[in-house]
């Protein structure tokens, strides 16, 4: 008998879990909806043995709780920040979740930027 993996695990990950986002398609309209944030730190060492830090940035999400199914190029923004990403790759799970996989759509600023004139 088959296990239903997303009710069981997946739905539940949501409620305790998920953040309000607004998904946006291309040529769409914008919807309310949910993910569960993620960004995990990724070092690579360079040719000449640097080390280059950057941070993968990515939203798990239900497929069940998006009206329309994302796709490459479509946007995220966080409903609290209003910080607007890319979908920059779709990783399916096969259990009816996706991980999206996110890129800045504006350089994210993490300070006061002064501007000489």
């Known amino acids: 008998m088959p296990i239903d993996f997303n009710s069981l695990v997946g739905i539940p990950n949501m409620l305790v879990f998920a953040i309000p986002v607004t998904h946006t ?3 769409g309209v ?3 909806t949910q993910g569960i944030w993620s960004m ?3 070092d690579v060492m360079m040719d000449d043995g ?3 830090s950057t941070v993968t940035i990515s939203l798990g999400i239900s497929l069940s709780q998006f009206y329309f199914i994302p796709a490459v ?3 995220i923004a966080l ?3 209003g910080q607007t990403f ?4 779709i990783q399916p799970d096969g259990q009816g979740g996706a991980k999206l996989l996110l890129k800045a759509a504006v350089p994210v600023l993490a300070g006061p ?3 000489v004139l």
Do not use: Q
């Not at 890319?86 to 790759?89: A, G, R, W, Y």
């Open 25 to 27: 398609p291309k040529g």
């Open 30 to 32: 914008s919807y309310l």
């Open 73 to 75: 190029g479509d946007t």
């Open 113 to 115: 930027v002064w501007v």
């Open 86 to 89: 890319l979908i920059d790759d």
């Open 40 to 42: 995990t730190h990724l």
């Open 50 to 52: 640097s080390k280059l």
């Open 79 to 81: 409903a609290e920040s």
